[in-house]
Nanobody, 120 residues
Framework: QVQLVESGGGLVQPGGSLRLSCTVSGIVFNIYNLAWYRQAPGKQRELVASITRGGTTNYADSVKGRFTISRDNAKNTVYLQMNSLKPEDTAVYYC??????????????WGQGTQVTVSS
């Protein structure tokens, strides 16, 4: 069974940085395409960034130039480096993956997420 464990969230001031990690088990990690998502209070989950098994990355316009997704296949881990954080980045962040990137609203297997709060 696929298990996703996100970590690295916290409280940070505007303009600060955080690095999120997601360790995935139960899959052949290096063939999976992976992504980070977020869900703010009262809003639907949205796709933030994705990385293919070949290393191609894509970002939502709202985070382009500030966030960087990366992966370490040896550690079965995907990362999200978040810089220049804004209050509107406040959300619970989730990772997921598959042979195709899961849709944000899919009912598949999700981890517990990690809370990111950007506030002064």
């Amino acid at each position: 069974q696929v298990q996703l464990v996100e970590s690295g969230g916290g409280l940070v001031q505007p303009g600060g940085s955080l690095r999120l990690s997601c360790t995935v088990s139960g899959i052949v990690f290096n063939i999976y395409n992976l992504a980070w998502y977020r869900q703010a209070p009262g809003k639907q989950r949205e796709l933030v960034a994705s990385i293919t098994r070949g290393g191609t990355t894509n970002y939502a316009d709202s985070v382009k130039g500030r966030f960087t997704i990366s992966r370490d296949n040896a550690k079965n881990t995907v990362y999200l480096q978040m810089n220049s954080l804004k209050p509107e980045d406040t959300a619970v962040y989730y990772c997921n993956g598959g042979l195709a990137i899961p849709l944000p609203g899919s009912n598949g297997n999700w981890g517990q997420g990690t809370q990111v709060t950007v506030s002064s």
